[in-house]
């Protein structure tokens, strides 16, 4: 069949068969020479580069095939990263809501739970803005570790400030409420600027036995334009070293296992977004107990 088409072919146009057969040639060559290459190339090979052979194969064919091409030594020049060993710390400090109703004009109950004798303060109308450049302060040029300390980074820009003792190991309710005759009953519409309550647990005196030297908790709480029900929303540990670490709550609000990557901004967008929603705009004149 194949040689009645050549002689029909050639009979009808001869230049044109000739051309017919010289392409068929070269193809059927450049077939048989690419086998070869690539037996011999396959040979010589490991499994790993058996694509780079049939990437090279293709390209050689003019066909555009997107791959990866993979050498021997990527294996050993990729360096594995070392893990960084846990270090097990002594949290000294510990805090949660207490029992009872809540609100800004009733006050709100916590539960502190402390090591050491400390000094509880609470920082009613603290602004966002105030309590992330004092935790990043921290980082810089660590020297919050006692309520004065603390008071002073946040001044003016709290409304209330009210502080208890708390003796070793006491787990008693303390109940911290603002002045009536402050007259701040809420904290302003959305998006707000500032938190309804901050408490700061610090040792009532300065030792070295403890790496975290203070404790930081902000806290929601309702009011007559948002009653969303009083819950822990952060936990900060700051440590004598400058590091600030974030405390992990569970659904509960409880606290639970101690993060061991450093909170480079202890407070991103997202979370002061979220923030925002829970704290106030409204300025008064600060107030310590």
Known sequence: MAAVFLVTLYEYSPLFSIAVVCLCFFVTAAMLLGCVLFLT?????????????????????????????????????????????????????????????ASVSDGVSVRPCCLEPCVLSCF????????????????????????????????????????????????????TLIPADLGITDFGPLPRERYPLVSVLTVAEATDT???????????????????????????????????????????????LLSLSRAANPVSPASRTAAQRTASGRRGRPETA
């Open 210 to 256: 403890y790496n975290i030297v203070a404790s930081v908790t902000v806290i929601h709480v309702p009011d007559d334009k948002y009653k969303l029900s009083a819950r822990l929303l952060f936990q900060y540990l700051l440590t004598s070293q400058g590091s600030v670490y974030e405390l992990k709550l569970t659904v509960g609000g409880r606290q639970a």
């Open 124 to 175: 009613w109308g603290c602004e966002v803005s105030a309590l992330q450049w004092m935790l990043q302060a921290h980082q810089h040029n660590p020297r919050l570790s006692s309520p004065q300390h603390f008071q002073e980074a946040l001044h003016p820009h709290y409304q209330y400030c009210q502080r208890f003792h708390i003796s070793s190991e006491d787990t008693v309710e303390r109940h």
């Open 41 to 101: 190339e396959l040979e010589v090979m490991t499994s790993d580069t058996v694509t780079g052979s049939l990437c090279m194969l293709c390209c050689r064919f003019g066909f555009d095939v997107p791959v990866i091409l993979r050498s021997h030594d990527d294996a050993e020049s990729v360096t594995p990263t070392p893990e960084k060993p846990m270090v097990q710390v002594t949290n000294p400090f510990a805090l949660d809501l207490g029992s009872g109703p």
